[in-house]
């Protein structure tokens, strides 16, 4: 049995901690799928590049708004794919013949499972089983797509995000089970590019995780672009002669009240009803890593593991599921690996997200839901795009800013926008927050650049103050 000084258990940003000071250590990787992980292969990269064409589409047809008549786009799927693809595949393939290429690193193209104390067992793609051991362990292995257990989809050949963008060609018919990011994101991508598309949700509402004037405004914008069937639930899907069946129940019903308003038919399925964190998988128990009820293992802010020599970072640690964070989680474990007597900490208080639907959402910080529940005092400040003279040239009637601050303290406790380029102008709310700018040191001791769409921003403190 081999026996390394680091064992890295998946090559998404946990390859990123092979920084040139490991050189002299004798490491191993295992990874199951291609290197680069879920952001480069399937998820962010990928799918914003794919938001790019869409975002085109769509501004071609709110051009008529400003006097600019455009003629319907013509949309070539096989090149916006292959585009995507071409990059991100000759990446991958560069990537993976670097790491087979080091001295110092053994990489295995495979599944691994603990069966001991930092040892596990590889199930290899190239036939065979192989055991190593290490002296320390990074887990790194990602999350996966949840699959509903609804009858008859199992044996159907539905997409989950991990597959769609790679089809052949565009569906004229597409049904997404689920109305979280992915969702959103994959529903405006194929809908601006020519798919009728039909998204399937339990909730009353979309991205039901942000904020709610967010996620109501959201949902009442994004109903204008697909059949939007909220409130309920598949109760049976199948596929016959190229179509799928999705029948319907409402949510709080047992039976199926109108066959013909209840039964979706599409030409491709696309389940998006969240991931799970791999954790369980690694049989991660076996080698002493405690995980918490979702699955997701459990650190310190070292991301040390309860297990002696065992660090996590990513997507099978944090919840909240972002590249971002990830990145940030290895850079850390990379410290705390070449100094153990001088560790660091993470910090995640403050943490940014987006989606890139249309409208965009950029967001941070507390939710007004969340303020209300713990009954802690804010104030809420807000400014409508069209409120700013940017948001008059863009003609935005529906995207706005707004921003929660302690009325005492003038902190800012969150801040939520949703329109254009909303994810970067959240991380003006995100600098501030990190780095202790009150609202009214961020409203009034800079000069906002007018006529630019930041004012939004700028208004929406004025108003909370």
């Known amino acids: 049995m081999a026996h390394f000084d680091l064992l890295i258990i998946g090559g998404g940003s946990g390859n990123s ?7 002299s250590w004798n490491v191993a990787m295992v990874e199951r799928g291609p290197l680069g992980g879920t952001c480069l292969n399937v ?23 400003i006097g600019v008549h455009v003629p319907e786009p013509t949309v070539d799927w096989p090149s916006i794919r292959d585009r995507i693809f071409g990059r991100i595949d000759a990446i991958v393939e560069g990537g993976t013949d670097y790491r087979r290429g080091q001295e110092n690193v053994t990489y295995f193209e495979g599944d691994a499972r603990f069966v001991d104390e930092r040892r596990v067992s590889i199930s290899l793609d190239s036939g065979g089983t192989e055991e ?16 509903p257990d609804v009858p008859g989809l199992s044996g159907t050949p539905f997409h ?5 963008m790679r089809v052949d060609r565009l569906p004229e018919r597409l049904a997404i089970l689920g109305g979280g990011f992915i969702a959103a994101e994959l529903g405006h991508v194929f809908s601006a590019l020519g798919s009728k598309v039909t998204i399937i949700h339990r909730r009353a509402q979309m991205l039901r995780h942000e904020d709610e004037e967010v996620s109501e405004r959201f949902t009442e914008v994004f109903r204008d672009r697909v059949d939007l069937r909220l409130c309920t639930h598949p109760s049976a899907v199948s596929f016959s002669d190229g179509e799928f069946r999705i029948e319907l129940v409402a949510e709080d019903s047992p039976t199926v009240i109108d066959v013909d308003t209840t039964t979706i038919v599409s030409d491709a399925l696309l389940v998006t009803t969240g991931r799970q964190p791999n954790g369980v998988q ?24 309860s297990a002696e020599g065992i660090w996590a970072l990513g ?22 690996l070449l100094h153990p007597q001088e560790p660091i900490s993470i910090s995640q208080d403050v943490i940014p997200s987006a989606v890139f639907s249309h409208p965009q959402v950029g967001s941070v910080g507390e939710r007004e839901q969340d303020l209300r529940a713990t009954g802690r005092r804010y104030v809420v400040g807000r400014c409508d795009y069209a409120g700013v003279a940017y948001g008059w040239a863009l ?55 007018h006529p630019a769409l930041p004012e939004v921003i700028e208004n929406a403190l004025l108003d909370a103050l």
């Not at 991660?284 to 459990?298: E, F, I, K, P």
């Not at 935005?396 to 800012?412: C, N, Q, R, W």
Request: contains cysteine; charged residues 20%.
């Open 132 to 147: 190593v051991s290490a002296d320390r362990v990074v887990l790194a292995a990602g999350a996966r797509p949840i699959i």
């Open 160 to 164: 989950t995000s991990d597959t769609i």
């Open 395 to 449: 003609e935005d009637s529906t995207g706005f800013a707004k921003v929660l601050i302690d009325p005492e303290s003038l902190e800012i406790l969150g801040g939520h926008v949703i329109g254009s380029q909303a994810a970067t102008l959240s991380q003006q709310l995100v600098q501030a927050m990190t780095f202790g700018i009150t609202a009214d040191r961020l409203a009034r001791e800079q000069i906002w650049c």
């Open 17 to 23: 901690i092979l920084t040139p000071e490991f050189d």
């Open 43 to 65: 998820g962010c990269i990928p799918s914003k590049m794919l938001v790019l064409p869409a975002e085109r589409v769509i501004e071609a047809a709110e051009s008529a708004a």
């Open 282 to 305: 690694l049989n991660v128990a076996a080698t002493g890593v405690n995980l918490d009820s979702a699955g997701y293992v459990l650190t310190d802010r070292t991301l040390r593991t």
């Open 315 to 336: 997507d099978i640690r944090n919840p909240r599921q972002l590249k971002h964070l990830a990145n940030q989680e290895a850079r850390v474990v990379t410290h705390n």
